[in-house]
């Protein structure tokens, strides 16, 4: 049976990293299989904060970011459309409607007072919370009268009372549960729209779904759903539940470790290849030692889901910026100074758009910071240096002027620099370095004690890229123009 995956957001928020992952499995498992990859959009929960419908953009954004484009879902259609829940609650009516009708089903008219009072008593003994099941047993006329008064109702699933439920789990293995400790859970609500619990086993089962893979915070829905398979006589999908991803305290991965949704990934800079490379493992792993760096192709030849472990996956950020990093560094430079150019922007150095100029000069020195780079945001603090109005001493590191703009031979210094580099023929990197050795030896100086002054009175810092390719990509006359600054102080 060709393999059939689907990944179901809700369009709750920015996708945040458990998103995704399930996303790139599916995707993965797909492509390893030659199987067929939808996604579908869960938008049944129109409670406010549970509904952004703004997030669908996003979600759509994130997967074309990560290049895990599906064969089909809303955006382009295909077979099973319309793969908006929203858009297909006849099919669950009718389908509730069966259940009713044999007596899976039952409409529920309990107010939200008496639930809430249920729900108190419950604490109050000590006993597990969930519905008395009042409705299931209403007496026949009473429900007669509920109806003909036009009560607002939801229909609960009628679970069995005794027996018990096994999952296969392709992650956890066989995992049981009690029947009779599982609520009658709600299938429709008062709003006509279907809970998950409806909506994702219908559309599993008319979109020919044959592997549903999903966080084990959806565990516990499990023998409701296999419950609803037997008794609309379908056969379950095979289920594997994704271990909980954790931040490196062991805690449930939240805000305090960091953001860590699509919208703040893109923000910092992050690759799509360094995303799925280092998501990927988050769970998995090829089960050869040490090896974490994995291009596309060579995961998904990897890639099963036997490879998925059952233990929480530690979300390590330090870990995430180092494979990024890894990945800048291996990239074409132009297409790092490509996706510099837009934060330089946003930051007020380039133009809006850039001029040719500053792409020029931008072409120039983002290349020179690749190395350095673990997120591409931060390239507006790397390059600063190059387009700060440095007067020295404003703009300069105090710390790094203390140190190399007093020593002895440095008016010398700066005197020698500024006649070699007018002179020069020409602007080159090798030219601004022979110049600069034969100054040091004139002066009778180490080749250390030219490089680090004149890379303060540059740059206004101690650090930054190879001094002759920044002094070249500066260009002759930003370069001329501080160290003339720097010598009229002195002097
Ligand atoms: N709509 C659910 C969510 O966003 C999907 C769960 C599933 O994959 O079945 O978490």
Redesign the pocket.
């Known amino acids: 049976m060709a393999v059939k995956v689907r ?4 369009p ?1 928020g920015s996708p945040h990293v458990g ?1 995704l992952r ?1 996303a790139i499995y599916d995707w993965l498992l797909a492509k390893k299989e030659g199987g067929e990859f939808l996604v579908r959009l ?1 938008d049944t929960d129109r409670s406010p904060d549970r509904y952004a419908p703004e997030s669908i953009a996003d979600i759509e954004e994130s997967l074309r970011y990560l290049g895990i484009l599906p064969d089909s879902w809303w955006v382009t259609g295909g077979k099973d459309t319309p793969y908006v829940q929203s858009e297909r609650l006849p099919l669950y009516a009718e389908i509730v409607e069966g259940l009713i009708a044999q007596g899976h089903a039952y409409k529920c008219f309990c107010t939200k007072e008496r639930l809430e009072q249920m729900r108190q008593r419950q604490q109050e003994l000590g006993i597990p919370s969930g519905y008395d099941r009042r409705c299931r047993n209403l007496p026949l006329d009473d429900r007669a009268r509920y109806e003909a008064e036009n009560l607002p109702y939801v229909v609960r699933l009628a679970m069995p009372l005794e027996g018990t439920c096994l999952l296969k789990d392709a992650v956890r293995g066989e995992v049981k549960y009690e029947y009779r400790l599982q609520d009658d859970q709600v299938l429709l609500k008062s709003d006509g729209f279907p809970t ?1 619990f409806l909506a ?1 086993t219908v559309d599993d089962r008319l979109m020919g779904i044959t592997h ?1 893979l ?2 084990e915070e ?1 565990l516990g829905s499990a023998p409701k759903m296999i419950h609803l398979y037997n008794v609309l006589e379908w056969e379950a999908p095979v289920f594997a539940h994704l271990p909980v991803i954790l931040g490196t305290d062991r805690k449930k991965l939240s805000k305090r470790h960091g953001s860590t949704n699509f919208r703040a990934f893109i923000e910092q800079g992050y690759l799509p290849e360094a995303l799925i490379n280092f998501l990927v493992l988050l769970g998995w792993s090829t089960g050869e030692e040490n090896r974490e760096l994995l291009s596309i192709n060579e995961i998904i030849e990897r890639f099963s889901l036997s490879g998925i472990t059952e233990h929480p996956a530690i979300f390590d950020y330090e870990k995430l910026k180092w494979m990024n990093g890894h990945y800048i560094r291996s990239s074409q430079p132009g297409r790092i100074t490509g996706l510099c150019i837009p934060y330089l922007v946003k930051a007020g150095l380039l133009s809006n758009p850039p001029t040719p100029e500053e792409v020029a000069y931008a072409r120039r020195i983002i290349p020179l910071e690749q190395e350095r780079m673990k997120v591409l945001s931060e390239v507006v603090d790397l390059v600063g240096f190059f387009f700060k109005e440095l007067n020295y001493p404003n703009g300069y590191d105090e710390k790094a002027i203390a140190k190399w703009m007093g020593v002895a031979h440095i008016k010398a210094l700066l005197e020698k620099e500024i006649a070699a580099f007018e002179s020069l023929p020409e602007w080159t990197t090798e030219a601004i370095e022979a110049a600069s050795r034969a100054i040091g030896e004139e002066l009778g100086v180490k080749f250390a004690e030219v490089v680090h002054p004149t890379r303060v009175a540059t740059t206004g810092q101690t650090v930054g890229p190879g001094l002759f390719e920044t002094l070249w990509a500066l260009g002759r006359e930003r370069t001329l123009e501080r160290l003339r600054t720097v010598l009229a102080h002195l002097s």
């Open positions: 990944y179901a957001p809700s709750t998103n399930t869960e998950y994702a549903i999903r966080g959806w």
